[in-house]
């Protein structure tokens, strides 16, 4: 049976609600593939007294319909005990019904775990859903003390809008929100053992780089492969589990799922993201509501982050993908997929391989930056974490900062991020242009805070006569830490 890695606050959560005497309503949302089902079928397991999944978007090639989702609820419901005389519901109002009945006949007094999986789905158009399932709570299981209906959900949007924001019957019903977060590096290394996988922790970043910390997908690989063995294996053999992952995934959580590739393609080609004007006019999307819509959606559903640099000469709002399995796809495997099984063993030393490492890279850090925290020794300093973007003007040349980390103690790491498979070296150039950086910062913010240098390097800093500059060096292996 497969091992629960990780998550030790979440199923300390969930056993903690599982024990209170009332009423529980807990909705467990996050990107798909990141383990929601796993998480509750394996902390609840037994205790589970009535599980339902809705079904997919993409099954049979179409969209199921009111009809198709009802049948299969009825399906979940003779499973569980209903009486096989019962006929299938047409409404979701008389659906409920049948539940609430079923539960009844079931009630010895102990905690009735009630798991609806993929609730989205279920929510068909013009179906009356919301409806009958906030009526379903409201009117019966909420004044049951020992029901606990726990709801999944790989459209994070839909959660947040229908459940955790909902401005109707459903408002504040929530018990508790649980959003489920892709793995640390060091949980992903933990589930490589646990699967009997052997891979360095430099191997584990990279595997990170290319899957993210995606359970789902870190499941594919096989013991006694390298890991490029591995990459082959999942993404570029023409029956590789995941060749066709990339489009599956934005069909089977967004109506036009064309439209939201658009903009992830965009965001892909822009290390530190773009504006909502350059997104609009490249995309041909027009600014207004749907856009914004959009890309709160990308946001909720943890492919893109927004953020305003600290430094800017117009303050903007950007849009930066952050999923690195997008990003690896859109860069490697949408191009090469069927041309050759073995691209990634033979592209280890390719200029193109480098430089996806190096922007990659950055992403893992911006990733962790709790595991960065704590190599500084500040964790529970608060902090605001951002980039610096600088076109330069008759004053300044340009640049780019890729980390800023302003702390209430009175620092600011400047934070430069390499991606070298040996101790980085600074050179003289180099170190005239991190000073030029820390100057430019001083006079563009007028600080009154101590500005630390920092390097973020995979293996280290070589010590020469222009390491000086350096305030504090954090490796690879800071960021295996467990925060």
Known sequence: MAKLIGR?????????????????????????RVG????????????????????????????????????????????????ESTPAPKSWLEAFFLLEKL???????????????ELPWMDTPKSGFLTAFESFWNGWASSRDNIMLVVCGSSSSWIVNNLINNPGGLYGRLTYEMKLSPFTLSE?????????????????????????????????????????????????????????EYNRLFQSLFTHSEEYQKIVTMLATRNYGSTRKEISEACGISMGGNLSLMLKTLI????????????????????RLCDPFCLFYLRFAHQKKGIDPHYWQNSQNLPSVASWRGVAFEQVCFNHIPQIKAALG?????????????????????????????RADNVINLCEIKYYNRPYTITRTERMAFEYKIDLLNEMKKFKKNIHFTLIAA?????????????????????????
């Open 8 to 32: 030790k606050h979440e199923i300390e959560e969930l056993n903690r609600l599982y024990n209170s005497d009332k009423a529980q309503f807990v909705a467990v949302y996050g990107r798909r």
């Open 36 to 83: 929601k089902t796993f998480l509750v079928n394996q902390t609840f397991k037994q205790r589970i007294i009535f599980h339902h999944t809705g079904l997919s978007p993409l099954e049979d090639g179409k969209k199921p319909t009111l009809s198709d989702q009802l049948q299969a609820f009825h399906y979940s419901m003779l499973r569980s005990g209903l009486h």
């Open 103 to 117: 539960l009844v006949e079931k009630d010895n007094g102990k905690r009735q775990v009630v798991f609806l999986d």
């Open 188 to 244: 992903c290394e933990a589930f490589f053992k646990s699967n009997s996988i052997v891979l360095s922790q430099r191997d584990v970043v990279q595997a990170y780089m290319a899957f993210g910390g995606i359970p789902y997908y870190l499941g594919y690989f096989e013991p006694g492969l390298s890991l490029a063995q591995n990459v082959d294996k999942i993404l570029f053999a023409p029956n590789g589990p995941l060749v066709h």
């Open 300 to 319: 909720d559903s943890d492919f893109v982050i927004s953020y305003t640099p600290i430094v800017q000469q117009r303050k903007s709002e950007y849009f």
């Open 378 to 406: 500040v964790l529970g300093v608060v902090t605001q974490t951002s980039t610096l973007l600088s076109k330069g003007d008759q004053t300044h040349s340009g640049v780019q900062i890729d980390l800023l980390i302003e």
């Open 459 to 483: 293996e280290g800093l070589a010590v020469n006569e222009n390491s000086s500059v350096v305030q504090k060096v954090i490796t690879l292996y800071d960021l295996f830490r467990e925060s």
